[in-house]
Every structure is written in C-alpha cells, then in structure tokens.
C-alpha cells in the first residue's frame, strides 16, 4: 500500500497536515516527541544500569566458603 505513494504524494500528504494542524502546532507535536523519545533512552539505561547493580549485588551478596555437611555415616564408617 505505502509503496505507491513517491516523493509528489509524500509532499501533498505534508502540506495538507501542515494546512490542518498549522505550523506552531506540529512544532510543538514534534517537540513533545523528541522529548518523549529522550524519555524513553534515559529509561532504558536506567533500567540496564538497575540489572547491572542488582547482577553485581548478587555476586556480591555471600563470599564466605560454605562448611562440609555433617554426614553420620562417615563417622560410622571410621570406626
């Protein structure tokens, strides 16, 4: 569908928007964009920045070595 359209059909589509809506109005439409797409960057990084420190708490969460469990049976074995 979007295929047929070309460059003569582009620029009509462009200036019946820009008769419609005016220009301070798809000014400030594009603005609201750009400021929606930074947005959403900014919370993508927060959100991979977030998975990294929670990653790096987990490692860092237990260092200490773990005692060998107490097996009775060992010990019967022994004797």
Do not use: C, Y
């Not at 400021?35 to 990294?52: R, Y």
């Amino acid at each position: 569908m979007l295929n047929n359209i070309g460059l003569p059909g582009l620029l009509l589509i462009a200036v019946v928007v820009l008769v419609l809506f005016g220009r301070g109005k798809i000014s400030s439409l594009m603005g609201e964009v750009g400021k929606g797409i930074t947005a959403f960057k900014k919370g993508v990084s927060e959100g991979g920045q977030e998975l990294e420190d929670q990653k790096k708490a987990e490692e860092a969460r237990d260092v200490t070595p773990q005692a060998p469990e107490h097996n009775p049976a060992d010990e019967k074995d022994k004797v």
